[in-house]
Every structure is written in structure tokens, then in C-alpha cells.
């Protein structure tokens, strides 16, 4: 039991984890998702409430192109893309969430619009810690069997 123990608050001891806060930190956050989903092999699940970021948009195209699954829910978008395919949920989604490879997840305030990184008072955490990435995985396989 004491190993067990060990063994799960030890999890959290590696885990990298970083918060930004908008719009002072916004080129650091933008330049870490675009490397997360540039260097994405798998997969990337989206649920974000309100999506208007073109660069982003163009990555994930990109992503989707290289052979990366791309799952993508929204409540709001005001852009299209090429090649992703998304989902309009069928209840309120105000969630802000993008976990990359199963690994590492973003979360936070800031929809994905260029106004919310540039303009608005937000704060988006990147962490790869594991019993949030559980989570997290586990909220969005809910929104994949629900909708």
C-alpha cells in the first residue's frame, strides 16, 4: 500500500507545467501551441468554445494532412477549415481544452480567437502532469460518446 502510495504522488513530481497570463505572456503561449501542434504524431483533441485563430487553423490542417487525428468540438467558430472536421456540440460547451497526444493538455480562459490572445485578460496552462491528463482525456472520450 505505502509503494502504491509512493508511487502515485511521485506522478506529479515530474510533471512540467506552466501558466500564462494574457496578454502579457501571449507570444510565449501562441509559440507553444504552435509547436505542440506541429510536433503532434497522434492525435489532437479540441474543445473550445470559440475558435477564429487562422495560424492555428492552418496548423491543424497541416497536422491533419501529416496523418495526425484531429477531433475537433465547438460551440462557436467563425472559420473554416480545409481539412478538420468539426463538431458542434448539442449542449452548452464553454470549454477550452486541447490535449495533444494524449500527453499534454492546454486549458484555460482564452477561446482560440486572435481578440482573446492580443486584447482580453486571460490565463492558459500547459501541463503534461498525469492524473490531470486522466482527466481531461477522460472528459473529452464523454464528449466523443455524447455527441
Known sequence: MKLVLILLLSINIYAQSTLYFLPKDSKKIKKQIERLIKNA??????????????KFAKLLDNAYERGVKVTFFYEKKSIDFKHVKVQKVDKKLHTKIA?????????????????????????LHV????KLLLEFNSFFNTLKSEN
Do not use: C, L, P, R
Not at 500527453?103 to 490565463?123: L, R
Not at 501541463?127 to 498525469?130: G, N, R
Open 127 to 130: 501541463t503534461d502532469d498525469k
Open 41 to 54: 504524431n497522434k492525435s489532437i483533441d479540441m474543445a473550445i468554445y470559440n475558435f477564429g485563430h487562422k
Open 99 to 123: 490535449i495533444f497526444d494524449k500527453k499534454t493538455v492546454v486549458y484555460g480562459s482564452a477561446n482560440w480567437t486572435k481578440k482573446s490572445f492580443q486584447e482580453n485578460y486571460e490565463v
